[in-house]
Nanobody, 125 residues
Framework: QVQLVESGGGLVQAGGSLKLSCAASGRAFRMYAMGWFRQSPGKERQFVAAVTWSGSTTNYADSVKGRFFIDRDNAKNMVTLQMNVLKPDDTAVYYC??????????????????WGQGTRVTVSS
């Protein structure tokens, strides 16, 4: 089992940057693929980015390609999401998630077994 805790959210102006972190507990962390999702009020949870257990393969939503970057450090049980050139549309609660299929970079919510509590990102115009 994996427990996930996100941090790094906050208020930023459009065009700015934020780096989200997800700290994982449990020795199995390095076997899991990891993903970031986001959810705005009244909307469904939306895929943002994912990375395989080794970090060798990544996947991004079209809306964040070239602006957001996912990375992981298995030695530190950590996954990060660097967010650049932020837009007001990026405002949401961001969630870290773990997928036991370690080689996957799924964009489906249902494929992820474990979730953090979320961290809020607000981008002002």
């Amino acid at each position: 089992q994996v427990q996930l805790v996100e941090s790094g959210g906050g208020l930023v102006q459009a065009g700015g940057s934020l780096k989200l972190s997800c700290a994982a507990s449990g020795r199995a962390f390095r076997m899991y693929a990891m993903g970031w999702f986001r959810q705005s009020p009244g909307k469904e949870r939306q895929f943002v980015a994912a990375v395989t257990w080794s970090g060798s393969t990544t996947n991004y939503a079209d809306s964040v390609k070239g602006r957001f970057f996912i990375d992981r450090d298995n030695a530190k049980n950590m996954v990060t999401l660097q967010m650049n050139v932020l837009k007001p549309d990026d405002t949401a609660v961001y969630y870290c998630a773990a997928d036991r299929t370690g080689f996957s970079v799924s964009d489906h919510v249902a494929d992820y077994e474990y979730w953090g509590q979320g961290t809020r990102v607000t981008v002002s115009s």
